[in-house]
C-alpha cells in the first residue's frame, strides 16, 4: 500500500481554524475509503472520521459533528480534515489511514500530525 503522510498541525488557540492533510503516494488512492482518528496524551486513539472512496458516504464521531469536516480530492491523492472551533480537548496526534468503508478495517497508518490547541 502507498504510505501515507499527514501534514497541516501545529500549535493554535482555542477558537481558531486548521486543516490537516493526508497525502497518499501511488495511484490506488482513490479505490480506498479514508478515516482520520485521533490520539490525546494517555488515552487511546479513537476514531475522528471517515469518507468513503466517491465522498458519498461520511460518518462522523458524535464528539466532532459540526465542528469537523472531512473531504477528499482524488486527483490530488489527498484527505482533509477541516477542524473549526478548535477546542483544548482537541490536542492530539492526528492520524490518516486507509479503510474499507466508513466503519474500517483501517489500516496503513501515517506517522501523524500533532495538533496543540491553547486555551
Known amino acids: 500500500q502507498a504510505p501515507l503522510v499527514e501534514s497541516g498541525g501545529g500549535l493554535v488557540q482555542a477558537g481558531d481554524s486548521m486543516r490537516l492533510s493526508c497525502v497518499a503516494s501511488g495511484h490506488l488512492f482513490s479505490t480506498y475509503a479514508m478515516g482520520w482518528f485521533r490520539q490525546a496524551p494517555g488515552k487511546e486513539r479513537e476514531f475522528v472520521a471517515a469518507?468513503?472512496?466517491?465522498?458519498?458516504?461520511?460518518s462522523y464521531a458524535d464528539s466532532v459533528k459540526g465542528r469537523f469536516t472531512i473531504s477528499r480530492d482524488n486527483a490530488k491523492n489527498t484527505a482533509y480534515l477541516q477542524i473549526n472551533s478548535l477546542k483544548a480537548e482537541d490536542t492530539a496526534i492526528y492520524y490518516c489511514?486507509?479503510?474499507?468503508?466508513?466503519?474500517?478495517?483501517?489500516?496503513?497508518w501515517g506517522q501523524g500530525t500533532q495538533v496543540t490547541v491553547s486555551s
Open positions: 469518507i468513503t472512496w466517491s465522498g458519498r458516504l461520511i
Open positions: 489511514a486507509h479503510g474499507r468503508g466508513v466503519n474500517g478495517p483501517f489500516d496503513n
